[in-house]
Nanobody, 121 residues
Framework: QVQLVESGGGLVQAGGSLRLSCAAS????????MGWFRQAPGKEREFVAL????????DYADSVKGRFTISRDNAKNTVYLQMNSLNTEDTAVYYCAATKRGLSTERYDYWGQGTQVTVSS
């Protein structure tokens, strides 16, 4: 089992940047594929980005391609989401998630508590 804690959210102006971090407990972080998701008010949770166990494979939602970058540091048990060129549509609670199952945009077993990102116009 793994516990996840997100940080780095906050209020930023449109066009700005934020970097989210997700710290994982345990000694088996490198055995998990990791993902970032978000949920805006009144909307369903949606996939944002994923990264494979060794960091060699990444994938992004079309809405964030070219603006967001997912990365991980297995030595620090941490996954990151660098978010650039933010716009108001990126406002949401952002969650990181982990799975030992196959790499997927949907099937995750462990979730953090979320961190709020608010982009002002």
């Amino acid at each position: 089992q793994v516990q996840l804690v997100e940080s780095g959210g906050g209020l930023v102006q449109a066009g700005g940047s934020l970097r989210l971090s997700c710290a994982a407990s345990g000694r088996t972080f490198s055995s998990y594929h990791m993902g970032w998701f978000r949920q805006a008010p009144g909307k369903e949770r949606e996939f944002v980005a994923l990264i494979s166990r060794d960091g060699g494979i990444t994938d992004y939602a079309d809405s964030v391609k070219g603006r967001f970058t997912i990365s991980r540091d297995n030595a620090k048990n941490t996954v990151y989401l660098q978010m650039n060129s933010l716009n108001t549509e990126d406002t949401a609670v952002y969650y990181c998630a982990a799975t030992k199952r196959g790499l997927s945009t949907e099937r995750y077993d462990y979730w953090g508590q979320g961190t709020q990102v608010t982009v002002s116009s």
